[in-house]
């Protein structure tokens, strides 16, 4: 069921936590909410579920204005973070409470619990209390309380954020898996733009109470409509570099460098003051011609598969990866090289693409 | 400890007004914000609030307004009585017990506060030792804490008689004090009689938040002291107590505020009596209220009272707070 | 071995901390010749009961009988009017929390001792004191509340918020989460608080011997305080009457010390 939000705006007190929100999400799509903490996903999210009270605005799911009611009547689901399973009742009651608020009858909420149960790999648990079960356990128990109830709506704060590393990462597919079976429609808050980038068709980048930018996961990586965006998407973070615009509008120097320009996509008035990004992923060792500057090797570390190499470049940090290994030592200079294709450029002043400006892509998922 | 999901009944005041859940119902009605919206927290607060304002509040604010008035056995029973203005406060003030009661009602805060945080401490650093039994032990001091307090001062009044109580035998066979002493009927003792019932009643207060606060203090500070070198008069002194610092503040107001409400002791063991030799402020204002009638100078004692009560009160507050921040 | 050594002398400790309950039974066990005896006896020589003649003597059934009509009442009406207070004081945060709970404290200092004489003339002004047993109830009432609401306050506060959200996504509203999740998981404290006010009310002595003039209506701290007159000597049946007054208050207690003990140290401290 789709879920459309239109000027939404959350006030606790004096500080205003959503400023202005509008999304809207198909039914059937899978959102992430990213952004750093503070920004305002859980507010955004709990919003949604009715446990916050939206202060302006209103909301709607499956297009039904559902701004002024209480959870009871939206039919969402919801999992969070801590999990939140009633300690003083076993997982099959934990699963099947939500039904039996619903009053259907024994046998139905069951067999339900039995199908929801099979499906995550629960039969064995059910007779069991929560704090018998492990993290990974619980973690599935909620997912199940969820879907037992087959909702309009599945709702996830940081589901995944109590898991270690492996079983997060195993956790991912099976969510997504998940999803796809169910045709539902979820939004996922996290703060992991990983999880984001690879679970979601549709990411929205929160920043202080706002939606900084929304897209397609591919789209927000090669297209950051801001210096914010571009850092927090991608990993290791874009590197971002002051830089001034050359006589001629089609370069540009790094501050403080002496070495080659690097040449421009696009043309831009003169002198003006802008900030460089290239993603260490883009950059390239290069003994030749092109786009290229030199820096000297700050420090360096591999993964085996990857080597992430710390560079000086007029005195200024910045990040490489290569998928193969490097034999230089520390003290080494070098020059590096990259597609001007893959230059993204901000204004210095409002951090503003100037990329995107010139060919904006389509604003997915603005119904 | 667990309760099972069958006994519970859950969903009977929700279920009768959740029809299916896509059924459109629109905006909060009045009983609905009693339901879900802050309207439940008010309604749920209000119930205490207005009991405590109508039976705690109202009474504080007409004390203080019978202590303006001239109240006795006829004015009693009315609505509206002469304003006497401070007349009260100045009769009461200048009677020649008043001195006496204030200075009875000091010693006895005052001794019973700081033998209960002393014996207090001590049991709690003895029973916060690692031995078997130690908990249940320490949980059964409590046992003297829930008893009425007037079967306490009555235990205490005949462990302390003269003639043939156990106190005095027992100094006897020690060789502390060969005769006996008149604990209740001896002005020069009977304050102190009563301070010593008062001391045992409060020992396990102090000793459970006592231990609480021990508890609470990390062992690796302990053990860190230990490899510096530190002994244990050492380390009581220099970790102990400073990070006790805050539950003792807290303790002694609570203890304070405690020995105020003392009554029952009195009322079992001397009355206040030999002639006031044991009267303290919260009794003597008792008596003057129901014993000679006199209302006014009940209510003009129980204001000057309750005024110091809130005093300690706040500064309890104000040492939890900074508890809480620090 | 020096743990039990320890625990030797922790038994000694605690043995001579209660030596007033053993000495209460002991006389209630001596006749009346063993009591004038000095030095005392610590154990009773001729151990004799006598129960029945205090009991049925001294009225204590319809003294008893009052007391627990008190207690009760205290307590019913506490748990009803406080256990919300409670939940919301646990729950919410801001200024008007932080004054309101400043208030409660207020309410809980006061001594019953300051607070009868106004209580006394407003009931009588009311019409009240015609009931004694409820103007002691209300009375009370109001001393064991704030005392209920803040040990309470405590163990709500320990109850995940996150458990009744998910109690309303899953379809309760805010006042069925309260009484289905809020209120089983918070039962120990309620509990705690509950048998505390209704000991504490059970004991109660101030309201009910300043309100209560009808001697068919006294509550057992009463009839014991008249046994306790100034020239009293019949010890055997003051300690007697004690012991068959405590005796339930102790065995309550020692069936839940350990829950008193962990609901009042979690409700001192936050
Ligand atoms: N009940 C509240 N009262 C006041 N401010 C609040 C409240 N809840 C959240 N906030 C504020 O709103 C902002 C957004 O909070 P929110 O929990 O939505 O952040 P988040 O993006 O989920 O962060 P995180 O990644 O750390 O979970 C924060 O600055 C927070 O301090
Ligand atoms: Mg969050």
Known sequence: MQITLDGLQKHYGTYHALKSIDLAVPAGQFVALVGPSGCGKSTLLRTIAGLEAISAGTLRIAGEDVTRRPPRQRDVAMVFQSYALYPHMTVAENMGYALKLRRLNRTDIARRTQVAAATLGLEALLGRYPRELSGGQRQRVAMGRAIVRDPKVFLFDEPLSNLDAALRVHMRGELRDLHDRLAATSVYVTHDQIEAMTMADHVVVMRAGRIEQQGRPLDLYDRPASRFVAGFIGSPAMNILPGTVDPSGRAARLDGAEGPLLSLPMLLEPGRPVLLGLRPEHLRLSQEGGARFDGVVDHIESTGSTTFVKLKVASQAMVMTLARRLDVTLGDPMQIGFDPADLHIFDRESEASLVTQRDAPPRAGRA | MKISGQTSRPGRIAVSALPDPTASTMRLSVFDTFRDGRGLDALLVLLTLVYLIVFGLAPILYTVLMSLQQVDMFTLGDFSRPFVGFANYVDVLTRPEAGMVARHTLVFVALSVACQLVLGFALALFFQQDFPGAGIMRGLFLAAWIMPGLVVGGIWRWMLAGDNGVVNSLLAVTHLHPTKIFWMSDPATSLYAVTIANIWLGIPFNMLLLSVGLAAIPKDLYEAAQLDGAGPVERFRSITLPMMRATLGALVSLSVIFTLQQFDLFAGMTQGGPSNSSNVAQFWSWQLSFQTYDIAGGSTIAVLMIAVVIGVATLYVRSTRHEQIG | ?270
């Not at chain 3, 005392?40 to 020589?45: A, E, G």
């Not at chain 3, 309410?107 to 009311?126: D, E, H, I, K, R």
């Not at chain 3, 959200?165 to 899953?170: K, T």
């Open chain 3, 1 to 270: 071995m020096k743990r039990y050594l320890l625990t030797a002398i922790g038994i000694g400790i605690t043995g001579a901390y209660l030596f007033p309950l053993y000495w209460m039974y002991a006389t209630a066990l001596k006749d009346d010749a063993e009591i004038v005896q000095y030095p005392p006896t610590l154990v009773p020589q001729r151990p004799f009961w006598n129960v029945g003649e205090v009991f049925f003597g001294r009225h204590m059934p319809s003294y008893l009988w009052n007391s627990l009509v008190v207690a009760v009442g205290v307590t019913a009406l506490v748990i009803v009017l406080g256990t919300g207070c409670a939940y919301v004081l646990g729950r919410a945060r801001g200024r008007w929390v932080d004054a309101l709970l400043f208030f409660v404290l207020m309410m809980q200092v006061l001594p019953s001792s300051l607070v009868v004489t106004p209580l006394f003339v407003g009931f009588n002004l009311a019409g009240l004191l015609g009931t004694p047993r409820l103007a002691v109830i209300l009375a009370q009432t109001a001393k064991a509340l704030p005392f209920y609401v803040v040990i309470c306050r405590a163990s709500f506060a320990g109850v995940p918020r996150d458990l009744e959200e998910a109690a309303l996504v899953d379809g309760h509203s805010r006042l069925a989460a309260f009484f289905h999740i809020a209120v089983p998981l918070a039962r120990n404290g309620i509990l705690v608080a509950a048998v505390l006010v209704f000991l504490q009310s059970f004991g109660e002595y101030v309201f009910a011997r300043s309100m209560i003039s009808d001697d068919g209506l006294q509550t057992a701290t009463v009839g014991l305080s008249a046994f306790l007159g100034p020239n009293t000597s019949d010890w055997h049946g003051i300690m007697t009457y004690s012991a068959i007054y405590v005796t339930p208050i102790l065995i309550i207690f020692v069936l839940l010390q350990r829950r008193i003990v962990a609901g009042l140290t979690a409700g001192a401290i936050k």
